[in-house]
């Protein structure tokens, strides 16, 4: 029997990064096949091609044993492919029913024939056990009852292959195991699933098989009866330990940032911050490791005061930083480079020196007084910041938004070094910059450390964080579960803590 | 609410939180989802306001409740609602139309100049495409070229005034009118109903049952046949073609397929597009559909209101329907009430000045209301803000025999400001409203 | 440096060259030689005395101009300006009219009253966003219409002074509040000026240019302002509070908003009356998108606007076509200018995309790399 769906030599890029670097994947029709890897591995990239929202450089796509092109999600579409997407596609404001039938509305002269549409929707509801009220809106509805729609709306469309990006990112556990429900229901009806996640033993429970991916590459595929879940954390994150730094310990006593029971909730006024206490000294890289969304990003913008805490406290240097604005923060010697550096830490437009001054625009040599800019010295600094951190480029006067991503990384990186701060946030510093420009990162943040900055490194590299950190913190569920020695503690184990598959009673020190 | 288990305290509360304000829908966006019965009994209750105002303004007015007034009121009401269902078409398709007005100002024109060529009610049907036209150049600009929606609209604004006195300086001064104003031209005809309000029939003189009921001034059931007979008589007949337009675009918009894919466009056009809708076509589709109706609405305003166009006679009227629109919650039914009331304000004070001072009143008993809401739901601070409003109000009218002037013409802009200030989170603006959309960016 | 200018002016060329385009049509439709219309028009207008009027007609639009554009740069759409300047010239007049101080101080008292109001009436849009997230796109719409046919109206027809010539007026400002003509001046370098006085306003409205133009590009507060328009998140990781920066943005664009009635208030009319000039609020918005919020290009834009409404007169009175169709080429002006600001800026980004790219390839130090350097800016 043919393979529902077989990829081969899968290959995409975007500019400075290969997202997918000859993938293969075959997927045997009626099977729930998982797609393992850590975040930024390119599973999305993948899928998104074989929906036809995307398009691959190189390779061939089969479905169902003959070769296809897709030029948009329409083609998938007709070939009964449906993908229900991480970020739900739905509208808030309208109903259940309007986002399902929505392009494929059943019509009598152009009038909705909204009893047609019910009793289809229910009776795909009725068959796979997904129960939803047609005419709520969504608005109103819960994150688990917004998959049941999108499940629906993919199912309604006639979709014998789904595709399911990250499905129990969003769910609590009892959601999951109701979703783990209807997939199986599915798969007896002879539907054929692929879908993403990271999380070892939801894929272990519902998988018929998995292939694994890092870095834009299949690593390898397995069945869920042949391997453990530490197994799998190791492929997911690769075995080969980075070659232990030969170097001194610079850590001193001298508490720079310190953190007390800290608490702070996301935008929805959920809590994500659920008490995290630590530590990090002048000289010292803390890493914090832990799968995206367990509370990292709430805790840089503590720390740097984009958020507020709703508890406990953050002090640097001794002084509870309550109340200070962000600038204040910065003057008193907080850098950070942002996660996402497009959207926070840029100004496209704007030219470099201009983007050089960003986080810095009160102090010197950019400013005179706190008022006037001085654009000489301001651009002669970010002529040394080019010249010192390899930032390629014809000239200071360039937007950045010309810039290679590792350029402009670079910039940022310069930019928060060269200034005079004490403590130094780095969020994911090397994201989808090209192992040119992440050496050349990583070999400033050992400068800087031995410079005696203290560094908080927020990284879901691996490799990265054992490399660099001096002590390692694994953040899960808003908690520092676990504090590791870096020279001792193997990726698997690392994996094992971040995933929950492991817990550590409190921390070590 | 119905579905799964939901046993995590965290995710569930800030959930919760987070949809508690949203959940609620406006007040007039729920109106429009009451059904028949309740819609009546409302229309009551807000009779029985105006009535109950009535009663205790006598001495000022008898003008409140008159169906003479809302005869009027209906007709002025025509252009706002128009310009307001055509914001709803366009931003339902999540493009910003600050442009109503200019396509208002095209509509004058052209409806006005059609009538002296064709007749009325072809002078209505050019208007309505010059308003297209217009829409069809801001969709040129926001959806193809990717102007910035404002930007795109202001150009409107701007350039349709000079296009207009363009062409009067070309067209009128020869045919009677001058540079600012065509020459008077004559509407349709109006109807009334026969029996209820004295129609006539094949040369039968109908009875006027309404207007006998409202000549006995009985409290409320007086009232209530007046402004009925305001709805039923001297209507003409491209009030009524007005008035259909409102449960049309109703229909249009939440009944067919093509409404839904519109509105899809201004919800999520990502998601739209996903499910192979052409986002682009039904851009194009609303904004020129809105622009139809803003020219319908500014050929009614010269043909039938103004017999004759003269040069800045909207008035700003495109804004009060982009307001009106916000009233209405991006709605045509609640639009259509937020133009009538609005329509209304303005009527009294053309009519009668000391009519305008009764409003104070009836803004005291609408506060009222509110405030017995509010002391029900137990919500004290709100019962409070509105008490103290209300004897604000109440005070403004013991102490005073009139308001200025002015107060009935900005009537509609205070009363959107007011939502916007104090109900904000009630209102619900198509999500992507004003975003600009590139087709296979984001999601 | 060629290359640089090029990319500058192609735009607003374009622009031009569409609405000459256009409105040759529309002239030929109208029956009328645009050659001829263009060169009476060209003819009249480098009169010296057209030329004055321009100038006296682009003072408001450039500070309308300017108010529009402080907005612009933090991404705030500040169309109220229509409102803020006429409530503003209103109650500087009455203030100006009330009280009697030496020339210049009593001057710059009813500047300062201007600048208040417009600033006081721009700021509760900036209060309404900052407090209860009402964009100001509709606050100010609904704002302008409650000062103009609401609080303006009103105040008119309270403080209106009965007299002979039956016009709707306030009491006149006394001399020593009026801005003198520069007339003397600028016959120093010309002829005499007949029939028309050159507004002593222009000389604050260059100062405004400047201050907004050193305020934006050299100073802290400029530059937040500017990062907070093109990357709020960006800007309130720097340190920016976005509350504030929308206050500061509107209260500032509120205060030159303020100023915009002024030019005719202190040079000609000294009195607020029903004729009082309006519109000069949208007009500001074209000019503001026109000269790309630059002091430079807003003044150029102010001055195109202006000198196309005075010379166009000649139009009329030589029989070529009405004078209304300026209305139409301003109106194509912008829209044409629009679309080719952003079609010349893909192309620009393109370029200097390409150039990054190929610096990165040759790796070469920075230092090395001769392209362009420190160009103006």
């Excluded at chain 1, 899968?10 to 998982?34: C, S, W």
């Excluded at chain 1, 676990?482 to 094992?496: I, K, N």
């Excluded at chain 3, 005395?49 to 705030?76: C, D, H, K, Q, W």
Aim: with cysteine.
């Amino acid at each position: 029997m043919a393979s529902a769906v077989l990829l081969d030599g899968i290959t995409k890029r975007f500019p400075g990064v290969i997202a997918n670097d000859k993938v293969h994947l075959d997927v045997a029709p009626g099977e729930i096949h998982a797609i393992c890897g850590e975040n930024g591995a390119g599973k999305s990239t993948l899928m998104k091609i074989l929906y036809g929202m995307q398009r691959a450089d190189e390779g061939r796509m089969l479905v169902n044993g003959e070769e296809v092109t897709f030029h948009s999600p329409k083609d998938a579409i007709a070939l009964e492919i449906g993908m229900v997407h991480q970020h739900f596609m739905l509208a808030d404001n309208l109903t259940v029913l309007e986002n399902v039938i929505l392009g494929s509305e059943p019509t009598n002269r152009g009038v909705i024939d909204f009893a047609e549409a019910r009793r289809h929707i229910l009776e795909v509801g009725e068959a796979y056990g997904l129960t939803i009220d047609p005419d709520d809106l969504v608005e109103n509805l819960e994150i688990g009852e917004r998959q049941r729609v999108e499940i629906i709306k993919v199912l309604f469309r006639g979709a014998k292959i789904l595709i399911l990006d990250e499905p129990t990112a969003v769910l609590v556990p009892q959601e999951v195991e109701e979703l783990f429900r209807n997939m199986r229901e599915l798969k007896v009806e002879g539907h054929t699933i692929l879908f993403i996640d990271h999380k070892l033993d939801e894929v272990l429970e519902i998988a018929d098989t998995i292939t694994v991916i890092r870095a834009g590459k299949t690593i390898d595929t397995v069945k869920p009866e042949d391997v453990t879940a530490q197994d799998l954390a190791e492929l997911m994150v690769g075995s080969e330990l980075p070659t232990p730094e030969t170097r001194e310990s610079t850590v001193t006593d001298h508490v720079v940032l310190e953190a007390i029971k800290a608490t702070a909730d996301d935008d929805l006024g959920s809590p994500k911050l659920r008490g995290v206490t630590l530590k990090v000294h002048k000289g010292e890289i803390l890493g914090i490791a832990g799968v995206e969304g367990n509370g990292q990003a709430e805790l840089v913008e503590a720390i740097i005061g984009m958020r507020p805490l709703t508890g406990g406290s953050i002090s640097l240097e001794n002084e509870i930083m309550k109340g200070w604005s962000v600038r204040r923060r910065r003057e008193a010697g907080i850098g950070y480079i942002p996660e996402d550096r497009i959207r926070r830490g840029l100004l496209s437009s704007f030219p470099l020196w201009e983007n050089a001054m960003l986080g810095h625009q009160s102090m010197e040599p950019f400013v005179r007084n706190g008022f006037w800019i001085t654009a000489d010295s301001a651009r002669d600094h970010t002529k040394k910041v080019v010249e010192q951190f390899g930032v390629r480029t014809p000239s200071v006067e360039v937007a950045a938004h010309a810039l290679s991503g590792g350029n402009q990384q670079k910039l940022i990186v310069g930019r928060e070094m060269s200034a005079d701060v004490s403590l130094l946030i780095a969020a994911h510093p090397t994201r989808g910059i090209d192992v040119g420009a992440q050496a050349a990162v990583w070999e400033e943040l050992r400068h800087a450390r031995a410079a005696g900055l203290a560094v908080v490194l927020v990284s879901a590299d691996l490799e990265e964080l054992i490399g660099l950190s001096d002590r390692l913190v694994v953040m899960l569920r808003g908690d520092l579960v676990a504090e590791l020695d870096p020279a001792a503690v193997t990726p698997r184990d690392l994996g094992a803590f971040m995933t929950g598959a492991s817990v550590q009673g409190g921390g070590e020190s | 609410m119905s579905g799964g288990p939901r046993p995590s305290p965290d995710l569930t509360t800030g959930w919760k939180r987070f949809t508690r304000g949203i959940g609620q829908s406006s007040v007039l966006g729920r109106v429009s989802t009451l059904s028949a019965r309740n819609w009546i009994l409302a229309a009551l209750g807000i009779v029985f306001l105006l009535s109950l105002t009535q009663q205790f303004a006598k001495l000022e007015t008898s003008d409140l409740t008159s169906s003479g007034t809302w005869i009027i009121a209906l007709a002025w009401s025509v252009p706002i609602i128009m310009a307001g269902l055509g914001g709803i078409f366009s931003e339902r398709t999540g493009i910003v139309n600050i442009g109503l007005e200019g396509m208002l100002v095209l509509g004058t024109w052209f409806g006005a100049f059609g009538t002296l060529l064709y007749g009325p009610w072809w002078g209505m049907v050019i208007a309505a495409i010059a308003g297209s036209l217009g829409g069809l150049l801001l969709a040129l600009a926001t959806v193809t070229f990717n102007v910035d929606h404002i930007i795109a609209g202001v150009a409107i604004n701007l350039m349709a005034p000079g296009i207009t006195r363009f062409l009067s300086s070309i067209h009128f001064p020869d045919r009677g009118g001058s540079i600012t104003q065509s020459p008077t031209i004559v509407g349709v005809s109006s109807f009334s109903i026969p029996v209820l309000s004295g129609g006539i029939v094949f040369g039968w003189q109908s009875p006027d049952i309404l207007g006998r009921i409202e000549s006995w001034n009985w409290f409320f059931v007086s009232d209530l046949a007046g402004i009925m007979r305001g709805f039923t008589s001297g209507m003409s007949w491209l009030t009524l073609v007005a008035i259909l337009i409102v449960p049309a675009a109703t229909w249009l918009l939440w009944k067919t397929s093509f409404g839904l894919r519109l509105r899809s466009c201004g919800e999520n056009p990502h998601a739209a597009d996903s499910l192979g809708v052409n986002v682009y076509k039904y851009k194009y589709f609303g904004v020129a559909i809105g622009g139809a109706l803003a020219g319908f609405g500014g050929g009614f305003l010269a043909v039938q209101l103004s017999g004759l166009y003269r040069e800045g006679q909207t008035l700003g009227k495109g804004f009060i329907g982009l307001a009106t629109m916000i009233f209405g919650n991006w709605r045509p039914v609640g639009t259509a009430l937020g133009g009538l009331l609005f329509g209304f304000a303005e009527t009294l004070r053309l009519r009668d000045p000391r009519a305008a001072h009764a409003l104070l009143l009836l803004i005291v008993f609408g506060l009222a209301v509110l405030l017995f809401r509010a002391l029900y739901l137990r919500k004290a601070k709100a019962a409070s803000w509105i008490g103290v409003s209300a004897t604000l109000v109440l005070v403004w009218y013991l102490s005073t025999n009139s308001v200025p002037n002015q107060l009935p013409k900005i009537t509609p802009h205070i009363a959107v400001l007011g939502l916007l200030i104090f109900a904000t989170q009630r209102l619900r603006m198509p999500a992507a409203d004003g975003q600009r959309y590139r087709k296979g960016e984001g999601g | 440096m060629s290359k640089k200018l090029f990319y500058v002016l192609a735009a607003p060329l374009a622009a031009v060259g569409v609405a000459l385009i256009i409105s040759s049509l529309v002239l030929l439709i109208a029956g009328a030689n645009p050659f001829s219309a263009y060169s009476n028009m060209w003819e009249f207008g480098t009169r010296l005395e057209t030329i004055i009027e321009t100038l006296n007609r682009a003072t408001p639009l450039y500070l309308s101009g300017i108010a529009v554009a402080i907005g612009f740069r933090m991404n705030l759409f500040n169309i109220g300006i229509e409102g803020q300047y006429v409530l503003a010239a209103i109650i500087a007049a009455k203030v100006g009219a009330e009280i009697n101080l030496p020339p210049v101080l009593h001057v710059l008292v009813i500047i300062l009253t201007a600048m208040a109001v417009g600033a006081f009436w721009s700021g509760l849009a900036g209060f309404l966003k900052v407090t209860r997230n009402v964009h100001e796109v509709i606050s100010t719409i609904m704002l302008n219409a409650i000062a103009v046919a609401g609080v303006v109206s009103y105040l008119l027809s309270v403080w209106d002074v009965p007299d002979a010539s039956l016009d709707t007026a306030l009491k006149a400002i006394p001399e020593s509040g009026w801005m003198p003509s520069l007339n003397g001046w600028v016959e120093v370098f010309t002829r005499d000026i007949k029939r028309v006085e050159l507004w002593g306003f222009i000389l604050v409205a260059v100062v405004v240019g400047v201050v907004y133009h050193v305020l934006i590009n050299r100073t802290r507060i400029g530059y937040d302002l500017r990062a907070s328009g093109e990357n709020p998140t960006a800007a309130t990781a720097s340190g920016t509070d976005p509350k504030k920066m929308i206050m500061t943005a509107m209260v500032l664009g509120g205060a030159v908003a303020g100023l915009v009635g002024l030019p005719e208030l202190l040079g000609s009319s000294h009195a607020y009356n029903l004729r009082f000039t309006q519109q000069l609020g949208f007009a500001g918005i074209a000019v503001a998108l026109l000269g790309r919020n630059h002091a430079v290009g807003i003044a150029i834009g102010a001055f195109v606007f202006g000198w196309l409404d005075r010379a166009s007169g000649v139009l009329e009175v030589r029989g070529d076509a009405p004078r209304e169709i300026v209305a139409i080429m301003q109106g194509v002006i912008i829209l044409a200018a629009v679309v080719a600001y952003a079609v010349v800026e893909r192309k620009r980004r393109a370029e200097e995309a390409s150039a990054a790219a190929a610096a990165t390839a040759a790796a070469k130090p920075p230092d090395q790399v001769s392209v362009e350097e420190g160009g103006a800016s």
